[in-house]
C-alpha cells in the first residue's frame, strides 16, 4: 500500500476511486465504504484511495484545548486500510484553512491532483466548509464533470447503526464487548512496560504495568478485565486492572496493570499490544489485603473461562 503525506505526492496519470474521512476506528461500518470502494476500483480499472487526516478534525475544530480520545492511532489505522485491500491512503494535515475550504473547490483539487474517476461516500459523511459537500451534492457535479458517486448506507448491528462515537461510548462505561462487536475485532491500545511499586509481586500477583505510547488513545472505564497481551507476536491469556488502587493508595494517577497467566517472562521496556475481551467488575475498595486478594482469584477464575 502507498502512503502518501500530500495530494502532490499522487503520481500523475493513474484513475482512483476515491473516499475521503477520519475512519477513526475503522470499524465494520468503514469497512462496508472501503469494500465498496476496493471493488468499484477492481471494477473500474482503477487504483482504490483513501484521503483521510491527522490530527483529528475535532482536535483542530473545538475550542475547549482538550485532547480527543481516538480509538485508533493514525498507523494503526493505516495497517487496517493495508489489511482492507486499499492501494493508496494520502494523510493529509487537518487545519482550519482547510476545514474553511468549499467542497467544490476541494473536489476540483482531487480530480486535477488523483485523476478522480469515482467517489464513495458514506451516508452520513459530509466535508468542506460548513459541511454541504453530502453524497447528493457530489452527485450533481460528478453529473456534469465526469465521476460517479455511491453512497453506501449505514451498517445496523441490532437497532443501531454502527459508530465512531458509540464505540468511544461503549468503552467509556466499560462495555468492551460491544465495542469488540462494533470494530469486528477486540480494541486494543498498544504500551511500553514500565517498573511499578513491586506490589503485585510481593503479594504473589506479578503484573506488566503498561504505559500507552499515545495519550491521546481512548483507555477504557476504569476497572478489572480480561484480556490478552500481544508479546513478540504471541498472545498471552491474563486480567487487568485499570484504574487508581484505591485498596492500597489515595492517587488520583491511573494506572494500566497485566497479571499474565503461566507467564514468567522479563518484558520491561518491552513494547507491547494489550487486547480488551472482557469487562468483569468496577474497580473497588477492599477492607484488606486478604478480601483483595479473594476476589482476585474470583477475577482470574472469571478470566480463565
Known amino acids: 500500500m502507498k502512503l502518501y503525506q500530500s495530494l502532490d505526492e499522487i503520481p500523475r496519470g493513474e484513475r482512483h476511486v476515491i473516499t475521503v474521512g477520519t475512519f477513526d476506528g475503522v470499524h465494520l461500518g468503514h469497512r462496508l465504504i472501503i469494500a465498496a470502494l476496493v471493488r468499484s476500483a477492481h471494477e473500474l480499472n482503477a487504483r482504490s484511495l483513501v484521503i483521510t487526516f491527522h490530527p483529528h478534525p475535532q ?21 487496517e486500510m493495508e489489511h482492507a485491500g486499499v492501494d493508496a491512503v494520502a494523510v493529509l494535515p487537518f ?5 474553511g475550504t468549499p467542497w467544490q473547490e476541494f473536489c476540483e483539487l482531487l480530480m486535477k491532483k488523483s485523476g478522480l474517476v469515482h467517489f ?8 468542506g466548509k460548513n459541511r454541504e459537500g453530502n453524497a447528493a451534492a457530489m452527485a450533481g457535479m460528478g453529473a456534469t464533470r465526469g465521476f460517479g458517486v455511491t453512497e453506501i448506507g449505514p451498517l445496523v448491528l441490532g437497532e443501531e447503526a454502527v459508530s465512531s462515537t458509540k464505540i468511544r461510548r461503549a468503552l467509556i462505561a466499560g462495555d468492551v464487548e460491544k465495542a ?15 517498573r511499578g511499586d513491586g506490589r503485585g509481586r510481593s503479594l504473589g500477583i506479578p503484573t506488566a504495568n503498561i504505559r500507552p505510547l499515545d495519550p ?6 476504569n476497572g478489572v478485565y480480561c484480556v490478552q497481551l500481544l508479546i513478540d507476536g504471541e498472545r498471552f491469556r491474563g ?6 488502587r484505591p485498596t492500597f493508595t489515595e492517587g488520583t494517577i491511573t494506572t494500566i496493570e ?10 520491561y521496556e518491552q513494547v507491547v499490544t494489550i487486547e480488551f475481551l472482557k469487562f468483569v467488575r468496577s474497580e473497588q475498595k477492599f477492607t484488606s489485603a486478604a478480601a483483595f ?8 477464575t472469571v478470566c480463565r473461562g
Open 120 to 127: 464513495v461516500v458514506g451516508h452520513d459523511h459530509a466535508f
Open 239 to 244: 486480567m487487568a486492572n485499570i484504574g487508581v
Open 216 to 221: 491521546a488513545k481512548l483507555i477504557p472505564m
Open 95 to 99: 487545519t482550519r484553512e482547510l476545514a
Open 180 to 194: 469488540t462487536s462494533y470494530l469486528g475485532r477486540h480494541y486494543s491500545f498498544q504500551g511500553t512496560v514500565v
Open 258 to 267: 497485566a497479571n499474565l497467566f503461566d507467564f514468567d517472562r522479563d518484558i
Open 59 to 79: 482536535e483542530v475544530l473545538r475550542r475547549t484545548g482538550e485532547p480527543v480520545p481516538i480509538l485508533t492511532t493514525i498507523e494503526e489505522r493505516m495497517v
Open 293 to 300: 486478594m479473594d476476589q482476585l482469584e474470583r477475577d482470574r
